[in-house]
């Protein structure tokens, strides 16, 4: 493991000064923040991340879930995954975001992991965590050998002729289906950026995935209101039962009248390079009856754009399943 100097600022302002210092706010960074760890010192032991200052901002205000008076819930950046999933408000008011937290890892890693930590989730591509291998994640320009080699749990959606590695989050698929914002505090002031804005497709700069810059820190997340009698299910398929990564996952929350979808917000994970938002297949279901026939219209949408490499081409056809099968769930609940 690089050598590095651990840190730990007083308030986020003297946190910020400090990243503020780092070149980037990508891969490469001189400086990094860590809540709980559970990623980033992975990467660090195989000598992906190296930075010089790693800053633990545990300590920081920053670990509350609130109420707003809007019926909107405020969630602080070092909660830690576990007590978002049990929070009683989150349970009742945001139940997919609660099902996919739990479907994520061991409760271990979730009694560390944080918010704002799981947002900055990093690729579980082989090339990428190996550095003997070329990647344009770690170094742009080297190429990307998953195109043409391992690429049975890569994406089909958002890839580019550089990069076709998957964003690895239970989490955030759930958020985009919430609408969230992350909240954003920077040498320039504060900034709110909607969730679908956050992550970036990998085009030309693999090597940069958030709209992030050095001395950005994220402070909390805020949900919307919730939806009065809207339906919620998360879906996750995956290799094996417990402790694994999703080879496809699907978030649904929907609102019905009368038999009717009148609302709809989807989003897919495991098969983009990004936390992936369907508007198509949201699109497909406005005013239609709630039925398998819908359902399959709207996964078919979801799907269109898919582009399989030689090994994941199984996962389009999956990913229509598995998005059926949780509206139709969700429909029924």
Request: aromatic share 4%; glycine share 8%; hydrophobic share 40%.
């Amino acid at each position: 493991m690089h050598t590095f100097e651990f840190i730990r600022p007083p308030d986020p302002a003297a946190a910020i000064a400090t990243s503020a210092q780092s070149k980037t706010a990508q891969q490469g960074a001189d400086v990094r923040f860590m809540g709980g760890g559970t990623t980033l010192l992975d990467l660090m032991k195989l000598n992906v991340e190296t930075p010089n200052r790693v800053l633990d901002i545990n300590r920081l205000p920053l670990d509350k879930i609130e109420s707003m008076s809007d019926g909107g819930l405020r969630i602080g950046a070092t909660v830690r995954n576990s007590d978002l999933a049990y929070h009683a408000k989150v349970q009742r008011d945001y139940s997919v975001l609660s099902q996919a937290i739990l479907q994520g890892a061991s409760a271990q890693i979730r009694n560390m992991a944080t918010v704002a930590g799981n947002l900055l989730q990093r690729t579980r591509c082989v090339y990428f965590r190996d550095t003997a291998m070329a990647c344009n994640k770690r170094e742009p320009g080297s190429g990307c050998p998953a195109i043409t080699g391992h690429n049975r749990t890569l994406a089909v959606l958002g890839t580019s002729d550089q990069c076709i590695a998957t964003n690895p989050s239970d989490m955030c698929i759930a958020l985009a289906a919430l609408e969230a914002t992350i909240h954003i505090q920077g040498t320039k002031g504060t900034r709110a950026v909607a969730f679908g804005d956050f992550h970036v497709l990998p085009g030309t700069t693999p090597h940069r995935e958030t709209i992030l810059e050095p001395g950005d820190l994220i402070t909390h997340i805020t949900l919307p209101s919730p939806t009065s009698g809207s339906k919620h299910h998360y879906l996750k398929l995956r290799d094996r039962a417990s402790y694994e990564f999703a080879l496809v996952s699907a978030a649904v929350v929907l609102t019905i009248t009368n038999g009717k979808i009148a609302r709809a917000r989807i989003a897919l994970g495991g098969v983009a390079t990004k936390p992936w938002r369907s508007l198509e297949a949201e699109a497909a279901l406005i005013n239609k009856s709630a039925n398998d026939g819908s359902f399959h219209q709207a996964a078919e949408a979801a799907l269109r754009g898919a582009k399989a490499q030689s090994e994941n081409g199984f996962k389009i056809e999956l990913a229509k399943r598995c998005l059926t099968h949780a509206l139709r769930t969700a429909a029924a609940s």
